[in-house]
Every structure is written in structure tokens, then in C-alpha cells.
């Protein structure tokens, strides 16, 4: 597609529910990111993959997040028995090498709110 | 490690007036560095880049950016500033030469351009 592209757009759940956010990136790339951006503050890093590959996922926050992109393409960020301090957007990006030079293409986000 | 500041939270200015949002970083070699724009309930929009090449780098609405070796500084400026530049601004920073292949981004500087 043109751009990156993330669904559902906003989410709500409740305590202890576990959710799946899509990210769609542009075809044909890639390097895909995920960023966790709380409200008002910078995106922080949680997940990098090359292609299949889950090559750094040293900004997951707890082992009750997972992420996946089993073809190389669409990715899933899961989050299993969520807490409140798990509200936040969920940003996705691509590049089409390995970010630095090639750039970064971010979607619009998932807005996560836990009640 | 890779790190940035943004030591202003929040930047006022009139409209037509210059405008100049500020930020440092750090690497251990030599950075890739980025300027993003976001709006409210929308995800990061790409302003500028620097890789290599001429200090000064033009990008997107008229925004431009100086990049300064010595001081490890990118500012963001703006000859003459619009009341639509009113936005969240957020520097980023990638290591050329470390491993990792994400950004790293600053906490954010809101921008208030007054009519």
C-alpha cells in the first residue's frame, strides 16, 4: 500500500483481556518497528524484524508482550492479560533496508486504553 | 547507546516570527538524525533527515535543520512560522555504526505558534 497501516484504530479493553494489533507496512519492505508512545511523552522502542525475523526485541516491557510477522509482511503485536500501564499508543513503522539512510514510514497508531 | 534531548517542552512564538525548537544527541560514532511532526490523534509525520553531506538540510513545510558536529545539536528551524505548524515536534536519532537499527527519539517539544 502506500503508506503503513495499523488497525483497529482505537481499542479498548478491560483488565486481564489480552489483545492483537495489526500493522500492515508499506510493500515491499523490510525492516518493521514497533514503538509503545505513552500520552504525552516520546515513542520508546519495543521490537525490531528483518523480513521473518525478530532480530531485537529488547524494549518489550514484560514477557506478557509478543510480537510476530511470520511472512515478512503483516505484523502482530499481542499483549496478553492487559494492566493499565499498558495504555498507550502502539506505533508501526517500515523502511526498506535497515532504517538509518532508507528512513522510517510510521502508520497512525493504535490507541490502547485499559479500563 | 544512543540517546536525545529536547530540552524545551513547550515553544511559544507569533506568528511570522522565526522559530528554532532545539535538540542534542548522542552517539558513539556518527548519526543519522530525523525531525517528525505529529498532530494530535495522529501518528509521526518525516519533516528532515540528515546522513551526510551539507550541514544544513531542508525538508518538508519550509522546515529546515543545522546539523552541528561540535555541539551535537540538530535544531529544527523555520524562517517564518504558521499558526498550522502548531504541533508536537520530536527528534530522533539513529548510531551509524552501532547495532542497532531503530530510532531513538526525544521527548518532544510542543510548538505553539500564536496568531
Known amino acids: 500500500g502506500a503508506g503503513v497501516s495499523q488497525s483497529p484504530r482505537y481499542k479498548v479493553a478491560k483488565r486481564g483481556q489480552d489483545v492483537a494489533l495489526r500493522c500492515d507496512p508499506i510493500?515491499?519492505?523490510?525492516?518493521l518497528f514497533w514503538y509503545q508512545q505513552a500520552l504525552g511523552q516520546g515513542p520508546e522502542f519495543l521490537t525490531y524484524?528483518?523480513?521473518?525475523?525478530?532480530?531485537?526485541k529488547s524494549g518489550l516491557p514484560s514477557d506478557r508482550f509478543f510480537a510476530e510477522r511470520p511472512e515478512g509482511s503483516v505484523s502482530t503485536l499481542k499483549i496478553q492479560r492487559t494492566q493499565q500501564e499498558d495504555s498507550a499508543v502502539y506505533l508501526c513503522?517500515?523502511?526498506?533496508?535497515?532504517?538509518?539512510?532508507?528512513?522510517?514510514?510510521f502508520g497512525s497508531g493504535t490507541r490502547l486504553t485499559v479500563v | 547507546a544512543q540517546s536525545v534531548a529536547q530540552p524545551e517542552d513547550q515553544v511559544n512564538v507569533a506568528e511570522g516570527n522565526p522559530l528554532t525548537v532545539k535538540c542534542t544527541y548522542s552517539?558513539?560514532?556518527?548519526?543519522?538524525l530525523f525531525w517528525y511532526v505529529q498532530y494530535p490523534n495522529r501518528g509521526l509525520q518525516f519533516l528532515l533527515k540528515?546522513?551526510?553531506?551539507?550541514?544544513l538540510v531542508k525538508g518538508s513545510y519550509g522546515f529546515e535543520a543545522e546539523f552541528n558536529k561540535s555541539q551535537t545539536s540538530f535544531h529544527l528551524k523555520k524562517p517564518s512560522a504558521l499558526v498550522s505548524d502548531s504541533a508536537l515536534y520530536f527528534c530522533?536519532?539513529?548510531?551509524?555504526?552501532?547495532?542497532?537499527?531503530?530510532?531513538?527519539f526525544g521527548s518532544g517539544t510542543q510548538l505553539t505558534v500564536l496568531p
Open positions: 510493500s515491499g519492505h523490510v525492516s
Open positions: 552517539v558513539s560514532g556518527n548519526p543519522y
Open positions: 524484524f528483518q523480513n521473518e525475523a525478530q532480530l531485537d
Open positions: 530522533a536519532v539513529r548510531d551509524m555504526g552501532g547495532s542497532a537499527r531503530q530510532l531513538t
Open positions: 513503522a517500515s523502511s526498506s533496508g535497515q532504517g538509518g539512510s532508507y528512513g522510517y514510514t
Open positions: 540528515y546522513i551526510t553531506g551539507d550541514n
